[in-house]
């Protein structure tokens, strides 16, 4: 045994080349990274005995008189001529001129001396690994533990399954984990506080700065001047459809700070109605982080102010937007803001108004969707007439009570008529339809002679009220259709009913698509209205095309004036959307109507008049597979996809049933991120 700890070979073994000589001198060692190596190394007996058998070996390489280096290549070597390289690198000068691949085979002590390179490395990485190990107080199992073969099946089975690759888990976003709660005492709470409220869960430092990371703009998805160029649209236009969702004016860093969400919304409704390519990634990146906060704990009312706007307007996730509004408004209490609202809290005051948008957003698409809306009437909503006379309230505020109040109706008709569209109507039912009818009209001359002309979207409080008193009109006269294909379908005691009714569900849709063709300023708010308004024209479209041809003869219709309303409708759309962005759904809209159109009345082919047709009123020919549902009318966007399967809203619940937002459609090519 030497000084260094390393002893000569055996006498006895016979060294019949360099490489067995070195194998037999130095060994096949590896340095052991495994667990059993890195407990040990918190051994300081076992530490120093590794550290010098290293340098033992390096030592004693290093002072060995080097070989000879092969510094010829292959192609050389086989021709036995010398090989000239420039600098000693490859490729040499006979084998760049004659094309041909230069390699170096390196000899064994090269490759030994960059294995000891190798372990050098290693050894200063398990040296800072314990060191790492050690501050973080980690506890390792004891080497006894962990003594045991290597062969055995049980370790051969570890070692077969760590190449099994492991189900990937997402990484928690936004403190969506498991959490501890407490019992809290709320000391100016009385006894017949909510059972819920006492339980609360532990706060988690830290997890404002996840938020912050959502934001469009750190992201690189906007930039600064695009962003304000989307809120100025937004804040200046077309927030005062929809009575200030935003509440009080904010700037671009304000609305930064209050919600990657909201943000994100505004970009995103912003970028479609400018018609921006900039609109499909806003889009995607709302998608993303409304994902990522439903199941947050920590949402805040402009997280819930994002969501609304995005489904007053972003027609293909209008209703599971809304549905988690509704969710989280009520999880932090808007509905109960109104006691503390009506005594002056400015606060609250604004987060019940947040409440009213939920609840005409909701009740829009209630009817839209044919689903029952998720809110009711509580005290929030009976008390709407006392909230204008909160100190707070202003001209927009009573526009939004309108809503409320003209959406309650609404709510009590979708109550009172129920889901079976194939029974007919009834006596009694009709007498309700009625009522229902003079409390609309009641609502639309109490509200059209109030509001005045607005600064920001001119004469459209006044016309809304207008617009949307024919939209619950078409809403509730549609029903005057159920039970159309039974045999009891306008018995003798209802008959005259039934035709007064369907005869006033007509007068509802042809005023909708007057308005459309004949004013103006419907026509310029049409690129700014929310997606509801769109939904209604498009019914109202179906609506008359199939009360004049395939039900003419239960309701006398003129079909030349059909037809000719629709064409300008079709005029008017293609002229309004002609600039607009292709994912606007007035867009598909126009042109599904024009294909409708065109089914019902061929511009360049004549088709027999079917028997049972009214030909004094001009009937068109009637084919039933205008109204297929499986045909595309709009390059791959059925008509179902608006919502239009039948008269009554009530009577595509299964059709809805299937319907699932379009969350990830194809991007255009040159779309990335």
Not at 301 to 324: E, H, N, P, Q, Y
Request: hydrophobic share 40%; glycine share 6%; aromatic share 8%.
């Amino acid at each position: 045994m030497n000084g260094n700890g390393v002893g000569p070979p055996p006498p006895s073994a016979a060294v019949s080349d360099p490489a067995t000589a070195l194998r037999e001198q130095f060994g096949d060692r590896k340095v052991d990274i495994s667990r059993k190596a890195l407990r040990s190394s918190t051994s300081n007996s076992s530490t120093c005995k590794k550290h010098q058998a290293t340098r033992a070996i390096v030592q004693r390489i290093t002072n060995r008189v080097p070989a000879a280096k092969i510094t010829a290549c292959v192609a050389c070597r086989k021709q036995k001529i010398k090989c000239h390289m420039r600098d000693g690198q490859a490729p040499c000068t006979r084998c760049k001129k004659r094309g041909l691949p230069c390699t170096v085979n390196k000899s064994l002590q090269m490759i030994l001396e960059s294995d000891v390179e190798w372990k050098h490395i290693m050894e200063r990485k398990l040296r800072n690994l314990e060191a790492a190990v050690m501050r973080a107080g980690i506890d390792l199992p004891d080497e006894d533990d962990m003594e045991q073969d290597e062969d055995s099946p049980e370790t051969m089975a570890a070692e077969r399954s760590k190449s099994v690759p492991l189900p990937r888990i997402s990484q928690p976003t936004d403190g969506n984990t498991p959490q501890n709660y407490e019992i809290v005492m709320d000391p100016d709470s009385g006894p017949a506080a909510i059972p819920g409220s006492v339980v609360s869960p532990i706060a988690m430092p830290g997890l404002e700065n996840n938020r912050a990371s959502q934001d469009i703009i750190t992201r690189g998805i906007v930039t600064v001047q695009q962003a304000q160029a989307y809120l100025d649209i937004y804040q200046n236009r077309l927030d005062h459809f929809l009575y200030r969702i935003i509440g009080d004016r904010k700037d671009l860093k304000e609305v930064r700070a209050a919600s990657p969400l909201l943000l994100a919304a505004i970009c995103s409704v912003g970028a479609l109605h400018l018609a921006t390519p900039d609109f499909e990634r806003c889009y995607q990146e709302f998608v993303t982080i409304a994902a990522a906060q439903t199941f947050s704990r920590r949402n805040n009312v402009d997280d819930i102010r994002g969501l609304v706007v995005a489904a007053f307007w972003l027609s293909s996730i209008s209703w599971t937007c809304i549905a988690l509004a509704v969710r989280i408004a009520t999880d932090i209490g808007l509905h109960r803001s109104i006691v503390k609202c009506l005594n002056g809290d400015r606060n609250h005051y604004l987060r019940t108004r947040l409440w009213y948008l939920v609840y005409v957003c909701d009740h829009h698409f209630s009817v839209a969707y044919g689903r029952p809306p998720l809110t009711r009437q509580c005290d929030a909503i009976k008390a709407c007439k006392e909230f204008l006379e909160c100190e707070h309230a202003v001209e927009d505020d009573a526009r939004l009570i309108s809503q409320v109040q003209i959406w309650g109706v609404g709510g009590d008709i979708y109550e009172c008529f129920g889901m079976d569209v194939d029974k007919p109507l009834d006596p009694a039912r009709i007498n309700q339809m009625r009522q229902f009818s003079m409390q609309l009209d009641n609502i639309r001359d109490h509200w059209s002679s109030r509001f005045r002309e607005n600064r920001y979207v001119g004469n459209y409080p006044r016309k809304g009220v207008n617009l949307h008193s024919h939209f619950l009109k078409l809403y509730l006269y549609s029903m005057a259709f159920r039970g159309i294909g039974s045999s009891s379908f306008k018995g003798p005691d209802v008959a005259s009913d039934i035709d007064s009714l369907a005869n006033k569900s007509l007068i509802a849709a042809t005023s909708i698509l007057e308005a459309v063709v004949s004013d103006a300023e419907i026509q310029n708010h049409l690129n700014g209205l929310p997606t509801y308004f769109d939904v209604m024209i498009a019914f109202a479209v179906v609506f008359v095309l199939k009360l004049s041809t395939k039900y003419a003869n239960s309701v006398p219709v003129d079909t030349s004036m059909v037809r000719t309303l629709v064409e300008n409708v079709v005029v008017v759309l293609k002229s309004v959307t002609a600039n607009m962005h292709s994912r606007h759904l007035l867009s598909s809209v126009a042109k599904g109507a024009e294909t409708l159109l065109e089914k019902c009345w061929p511009q360049n082919k004549q088709r027999p008049v079917p028997a049972n047709a009214n030909v004094i009123l001009g009937q068109p020919t009637f084919d039933e597979s205008i109204y297929d549902m499986s045909n595309d009318w709009n390059g791959g966007a059925t008509v179902d996809n608006f919502f239009m399967g039948e008269y009554d809203f009530l009577s595509n619940q299964d059709v809805m049933n299937a319907y699932q937002p379009d969350l990830n459609y194809a991007m255009p090519p040159s779309y990335g991120r």
